[in-house]
């Protein structure tokens, strides 16, 4: 039985389909390529480019490969674009997540895991936030995902379907063999834009607001290694397969660390000074908001193995290196391609 996982070419798809290649479990990858890359897919593995919401291709590929669980990653992700350019959000994350799970209801896939996101929560009153907190999301990016959670809810109680939704807090980090991480350019999420400071590829950090109602006037986020991440996703689906009954679960480890506390930690593990400037707040950012992880841990017997944030930022600056390596290998490679090419 074979595991379809969408958006298997991005950041925390690519670390789910090693983990999933790791304990020997077939999978097929799909991903449009938009913001993955066809490289981050382990050697070997299958990856079909295409949409997550294409219902013929999701179901040829189902019955081709004998799919009997989705691992959905698949979606744009940054907040601020979302407040910009919405239809662009439900179409890539609600429209095609219905598409998807129709395809799922309609070959008789059981198993459904679902990327969401604490950003369905708001500005949470309750630190740490409980899944059952009022879901009040702040940008379209939260409310796209909270549509995709309303329809796998209502179609698991219509159909044969089971589901895990997992709610993501701020996910960081990379593989900690150096085999993947988050390779896109135009990168926007803190920890990565703080370590490109570091390493010289921005002049300058930017804080985004430092006036909030938080001990250093900081935004507080949950950061949770990716690694520790897909852990759940995996522990997620032996729990489907046993049986046991669908589940909203947050994923986060419990603690929160400001965007000052974040970049003094990327200042300590590489050893660089950069440049910080404070700067207007984002539209669509909560103050505060860090994961109550019990049910993780008790329903899926979860246990993280990297939480500590100077961890997660040492493997963040790893695969940010490698990555630095890898470009110029290729620029070389074809600039002399191309000086080949003119002889
Ligand atoms: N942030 C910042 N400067 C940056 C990127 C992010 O100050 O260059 C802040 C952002 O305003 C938020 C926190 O860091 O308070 C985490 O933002 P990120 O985009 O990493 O994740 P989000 O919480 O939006 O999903």
Redesign the pocket.
Same mark, same amino acid.
């Given at each position: 039985m074979t595991i379809l996982v969408t958006g298997g070419a991005g950041y925390i798809g690519s670390h789910m389909v090693l983990e999933l290649a790791d304990a020997g479990e077939p999978v097929v990858v799909l991903d449009n390529l938009s913001t993955g890359f066809a490289w981050a897919v382990g050697e070997g593995l299958p990856l079909v480019v295409g949409d997550s919401g294409d219902q013929a291709l999701v179901e040829r590929l189902i019955h081709q490969h004998q799919v009997d669980a989705i691992i959905h990653f698949a979606a744009s992700v940054?907040?601020p674009e979302s407040v910009n350019d919405p239809l662009r959000y439900y179409r890539n994350n609600t429209v095609n997540t219905r598409a998807l799970i129709e395809c799922a209801v309609k070959t008789g896939v059981r198993h459904f895991i679902f990327s969401s @996101?604490?950003?369905v929560y708001g500005d949470p009153a309750k630190i740490p936030v409980p899944e059952t907190s009022p879901q009040q999301p702040m940008s379209p990016y939260g409310w796209s995902k909270l549509m995709s959670e309303v329809m796998l809810r209502d179609a698991g109680r219509a159909h044969d379907l089971h589901y895990m939704i997992l709610r993501y807090f701020?996910v960081a980090g990379a593989d900690p063999r150096g085999r993947a991480g988050q390779s896109s350019k135009d990168a926007?999420? *803190?920890?990565k834009?703080?370590i490109e400071a570091a390493l010289g590829a921005r002049d300058k *950090?930017?804080?985004? =607001?430092a006036d909030y109602a938080t001990p250093d006037g @900081?935004?507080i &986020?949950d950061y949770i290694h990716v690694s520790d991440l897909v852990r759940a996703h995996s522990d997620a689906l032996r729990h489907l397969r046993s049986g046991a009954p669908s589940q909203t679960l947050n994923c986060g480890y419990g603690r929160g660390f400001s965007?000052r506390e974040?970049i003094d930690t990327v200042k300590r593990v590489s050893g660089v000074d950069f440049r910080v400037e404070i700067?207007p707040? &984002?539209p =669509?950012?909560p103050a505060r908001?860090v994961a109550d992880s019990a049910q993780a841990r008790a329903v899926l017997g979860w246990q993280p193995h990297y939480d500590d944030l100077s961890t997660i930022v040492t493997h963040a600056l790893g695969w940010e290196r490698e990555l630095t390596k890898r470009r110029a290998a290729y620029a070389d490679q074809a600039k002399r391609t191309a000086a080949g090419s003119k002889r």
């Open positions: 940054v907040v @996101t604490a950003a701020n926007t999420h *803190l920890i834009v703080a *950090l930017q804080i985004f =607001g @900081t935004c &986020r965007v974040v700067a707040p &984002r =669509g950012d908001i």
